[in-house]
C-alpha cells in the first residue's frame, strides 16, 4: 500500500502541472508552444500594471502607494529600528522611497534602478546611503515583500520580509 | 580630539541629522554627548533626542530629553535595517566603550551590547539576551547607538 502511494503520487503531481491544468488559485499555465510570438510580445508581462489592491483611479498618491515595514519599536526605549519601503503607481510608471528607522523614522530617499516585473512580481532596487548602496531582490504582492536584502557591500546577503502597513508609520 | 581632511588636529562635533524631529534635549544630555565624542575622539550624528514635552522620563528617557541615538561615527553608518554595518565595529567599540566609562551615563545599548547603570557612581550591567524582551531590546539596537544619562 506504501508503494502504491510512492508511484502514485508523482504521476499526480506531474498531471497537476500540464499546461491548460486548472489551478486551485484560479490561474490557467498556457502552452507557450502554441503561443505564436506576437502574442507573447504585447502581452501584458512587459507593460507595467499595478498591483490588484491599489486604487489607481483615485486622486489621492495614498491609495496608489502600498508601504512595506520590518520597523520595530523598543518598549523599553521607545526606540524605532528597521526599514520601510513605499512603492507609488504614478501614471503608468512604478516609484519607490525607503525610510531608515535609527532611533526615529527617517525622511524618505528615492529608490534607484527600481524595476517590477508585472508578469512575475518579482523586484529589484537599489538605496544609496552615506558610503554605499544596499541592494534588494524578491517578489512583491499585496501582503509583503520578500527576498534578499545585502545591506553593505562587506554584509552577507540576508533573505529578510517586510509586511504591508497601511500607511507610513510615524 | 579628531582630524580634518589635512591631518590637523580639531574638536570632535555633535551633530543633528536634518531628520531628528526634536532637539530640544536638556543641556546636561548634549554635555554628554559631546564628551562622549571626545572621549572617543570621532564625530557623532544624532539621529534621535527628545519624543514628548516635559520632565516625565515614563516609558523613555527621551521623553524627557535625556536621551540620544547615534545613527553614525565618522560619517560611518552604524547599520541599517536592524544589520550592523560591518565597517563600523571598530568604531562602535569606541563609542560603546567610551559610554561605558562615563558616569552619567544611564543605559549604553547598540550592537555591542546593552550595559545599564542603574544611578550615578555604579558600575553599568551588561544585560544579556536571556529573556524575549531583552533579544528584542537588542534587536532593535543594531543600526544605531542609544545612550541616555542619569
Avoid at chain 1, 525622511?107 to 548602496?133: C, H, K
Avoid at chain 2, 557623532?44 to 523613555?60: D, Y
Avoid at chain 2, 563609542?95 to 547603570?117: D, I, S, T
Wanted: proline share 4%.
Amino acid at each position: 500500500m506504501r508503494l502504491r502511494k510512492w508511484i502514485l503520487l508523482p504521476v499526480l503531481l506531474l498531471a497537476a502541472c500540464q499546461p491548460g491544468a486548472p489551478r486551485d488559485d484560479g490561474v490557467e499555465l498556457v502552452d507557450t508552444a502554441n503561443v505564436d510570438e506576437a502574442e507573447i510580445m504585447s502581452s501584458d508581462a512587459v507593460v507595467p500594471v499595478p498591483l490588484a489592491c491599489m486604487d489607481v483611479d483615485s486622486d489621492s498618491p495614498e491609495t496608489r502607494t502600498l508601504t512595506y515595514s520590518n520597523v520595530i519599536t523598543s518598549d523599553i526605549t521607545g526606540d524605532m529600528s528597521g526599514l520601510e519601503f513605499a512603492f507609488r503607481w504614478n501614471g503608468g510608471v512604478w516609484e519607490g522611497t525607503s525610510r531608515k528607522a535609527a532611533g526615529e523614522l527617517g525622511l524618505p530617499r528615492p529608490m534607484e534602478a527600481l524595476l517590477v516585473d508585472s508578469a512575475s512580481w518579482s523586484i529589484s532596487f537599489m538605496i544609496p546611503n552615506s558610503r554605499d548602496t544596499s541592494r534588494f531582490q524578491g517578489s512583491l504582492s499585496c501582503d509583503s515583500l520578500w527576498g534578499t536584502y545585502k545591506t553593505y557591500r562587506t554584509s552577507r546577503d540576508r533573505i529578510t520580509s517586510f509586511r504591508r502597513v497601511d500607511k507610513a508609520e510615524n | 580630539m579628531c582630524e580634518d581632511e589635512n591631518g590637523n588636529t580639531r574638536p570632535c562635533r555633535v551633530e543633528w541629522s536634518d531628520e531628528a524631529s526634536n532637539t530640544n534635549v536638556t543641556a546636561e544630555t548634549m554635555e554628554a554627548a559631546q564628551q562622549l565624542a571626545d572621549n572617543a575622539d570621532v564625530d557623532l550624528l544624532l539621529s534621535s533626542g527628545r519624543r514628548a514635552e516635559g520632565s516625565n522620563c515614563n516609558g523613555s528617557r527621551h521623553n524627557c530629553g535625556k536621551a540620544f541615538d547615534i545613527k553614525a561615527i565618522n560619517g560611518v553608518d552604524i547599520g541599517d535595517g536592524q544589520e550592523m554595518n560591518p565597517d563600523a565595529i571598530s568604531l562602535i567599540s569606541r563609542v560603546q566603550g567610551a559610554a561605558f566609562e562615563m558616569n552619567q551615563v544611564r543605559e549604553n545599548y547598540g550592537p555591542l551590547g546593552l550595559w545599564k547603570a542603574e544611578s550615578a557612581g555604579l558600575a553599568p550591567n551588561r544585560i544579556g539576551y536571556s529573556t524575549r524582551s531583552r533579544r528584542s531590546l537588542g534587536l532593535g539596537h543594531l543600526d544605531h547607538i542609544h545612550i541616555s544619562i542619569q
